[in-house]
């Protein structure tokens, strides 16, 4: 079992940045592909990044692309989301999912665990 944990999350003003980590006790994520989803309320949850087992291979949706960066350290355990000139519409609940495969998954159904989730809130 993979507990997955988010942190970083809170409130900023729209053009600030955060960066989301995400982190597991005991099983190593390194043979896991991990992604960023989120849902805002009354919508569904969506993929916002993805990225392989090594890093070296990512995947944007069109609303991150340019603002928002994925990355991991395999040897700390932790999946990170930088994001930059946030807008109020990226307002939502964030979650961090594992697959357990190795390559780059960007449909949720594919990704095995889930954490509970982290709130950003982007004050306009």
């Known amino acids: 079992q993979v507990q997955l944990v988010e942190s970083g999350g809170g409130l900023v003003q729209a053009g600030g940045s955060l960066r989301l980590s995400c982190t597991t006790s005991?099983?190593?994520?390194?043979?896991?592909?991990l992604g960023w989803f989120r849902q805002a309320p009354g919508k569904e949850r969506v993929l916002v990044a993805a990225?392989?087992?090594?890093?070296?291979?990512?995947y944007y949706a069109d609303s991150a692309k340019g603002r928002f960066t994925i990355s991991r350290d395999n040897a700390k355990n932790t999946l990170y989301l930088q994001m930059n000139s946030l807008k109020p519409e990226d307002t939502a609940v964030y979650y961090c999912?594992?697959?357990?495969?190795?390559?780059?998954?960007?449909?949720?159904?594919?990704?095995?665990?889930w954490g509970q989730g982290t709130q950003v809130t982007v004050s306009s």
């Open positions: 999912a594992a697959a357990r495969v190795l390559g780059l998954q960007a449909v949720a159904e594919e990704y095995n665990y």
């Open positions: 005991g099983r190593t994520l390194r043979s896991y592909a």
């Open positions: 990225i392989n087992w090594s890093g070296g291979s990512t």
